[in-house]
């Protein structure tokens, strides 16, 4: 049996054994961090490449935001408005040019090479023209350029208030006429725009060449414009003219513009639209004559063969009916075709060379056209006869040399 003394100096020993070595190198590790949400710490957030890279802030700067309110406009009127640009940098600013993005801003003068100092400004003068918006609320972009920046946009916007309502409408649609003589009467009824504070008064209608204008009064805020052709309107497929008149009060409203359109005549499809000729034959015979025809021509118009579809009332005006190969001449008639008119006042450009004779039948027209082998220069197989009734031309006969 071991004494106490010596089962001490075992203990002992064993103690002295387990402590470090102070010559040894020490583990310098630091111990494992407790996270900080368990120690009741928030974590800083992690910054992202976004956050991180320097925001883009431009050193120039207009003096609202959002945009320009210019208010309610007049129809046609004409407002002016401005704004101010101020250098909020600490270098100077040179603007380039300040220009308006749409033909119904004009700016007071030319806005270019302007140097602004730090935290100098500018004021940018301009007139708003209501007459070229047909919304009701508009919105347009004023745009600043600047040497070494990106476009500075100023935005302009508003509402259109019409100073009159019009009835039927204020474009006035004729629709067809047979021919330049046709009388025409119209008349409009414009009372004031109930949404208008201002007391409406009209001027006397600017003088046109087409229509007489006679307005009256047909009590407060209430008028009656009676419009009267005075002359022949010309021949044409969407005839345009305008009737202006004046607005007296409120001024800043201006005028009242009235586009009057029409179609004057219509167009003259001829079938046969192609004359498809052998080089041999036309040179053995001399000289060949076809015959082209509009309207009812008699001795051509029994040669629709029954049974054709072009033959059937439903199918008169369909234009494909009268282009369509060796087509013979439709039944092309409308009641209010004035064939006298027409006769008188289809011309034609005949190319050198080729003879034609028009015509004239109860309802139709027809056209004899003669060729020659001389009708054709060297290099040339196709010729266009052209029929116009002032300026408008009619679709082309086309007469061409064709190889068997």
């Avoid at 120690?39 to 207009?62: K, M, N, W, Y």
């Avoid at 002016?80 to 801003?105: A, L, R």
């Avoid at 409308?334 to 006042?345: A, R, S, T, V, Y």
């Avoid at 004899?368 to 266009?384: A, D, K, N, Y």
Wanted: net charge negative; with cysteine; glycine share 6%.
């Amino acid at each position: 049996m071991r004494s106490p003394l010596l089962l001490t100096l075992l203990l002992l020993t064993l103690m002295l054994s387990c402590q470090p070595d102070p010559s040894s190198p020490q583990d310098t590790t630091p111990p494992a961090s407790t996270p900080a949400e368990e120690r009741g710490i928030p974590e800083a957030p992690t910054p992202s490449p976004d956050d991180s890279a320097p925001r883009f802030t431009h050193p120039l700067e207009v003096n609202f935001e959002g945009t320009l309110d210019m208010g309610m406009l007049y129809a046609r009127e004409k407002r002016h408005g401005e704004f101010m640009v101020k250098n909020v940098s600490d270098f100077p600013q040179e603007i380039q040019n300040i220009f308006p993005t749409c033909d119904c801003i004009r700016m007071d003068h030319a806005y270019r090479d302007i140097t602004l100092e730090p935290q100098e400004s500018l004021t940018v003068g301009f007139v708003m023209d209501a007459s070229t918006v047909t919304l009701d609320s508009f919105g347009r972009v004023i745009q600043i350029n600047s040497k070494g920046n990106r476009p500075l946009p100023a935005r302009v916007g508003g509402h259109i208030l019409p100073p009159v309502e019009i009835a039927p409408g204020k474009d006035v649609e004729l629709g067809f006429l047979p021919t330049p003589a046709t009388p025409v009467v119209t008349k409009l009824t414009l009372k004031k725009n109930p949404a208008m504070t201002e007391a409406l008064v009209l001027g006397t209608p600017q003088e046109n060449p087409y229509f007489q204008t006679e307005l009256r009064s047909q009590g407060e805020d209430l008028y009656e414009l009676t419009l009267t052709s005075r002359q022949n309107l010309p021949y044409g497929r969407g005839f345009k003219t305008a009737v202006r008149l004046p607005i007296l009060q409120p001024e800043s409203a201006r005028e009242i513009l009235l586009l009057i359109t029409a179609d004057v005549a219509e167009l003259v499809y001829f079938a046969p639209d192609t004359w498809k000729i052998l080089p041999e034959k036309l040179k053995e015979a001399g000289s060949l004559t076809e015959r082209f025809a509009y309207g009812e021509v008699p001795g051509l118009q029994e040669e629709r063969k029954a049974g054709d579809p072009a033959s059937s009332n439903r199918n008169l005006m369909r234009m494909n009916l009268l282009k369509q190969k060796n087509a013979v001449p439709l039944k092309f008639v409308k009641e209010h075709q004035d064939w006298d008119d027409l006769f008188l006042n289809l011309d034609f450009q005949v190319p050198p060379g080729v003879k034609l004779e028009k015509i004239r039948h109860p309802q139709g027209m027809e056209l004899q056209i003669t060729v020659t082998p001389e009708s054709f220069p060297p290099g040339v197989t196709q010729l266009s006869l052209v029929p116009f009734r002032g300026t408008e031309n009619c679709p082309p006969i086309r007469i061409s040399l064709e190889t068997p």
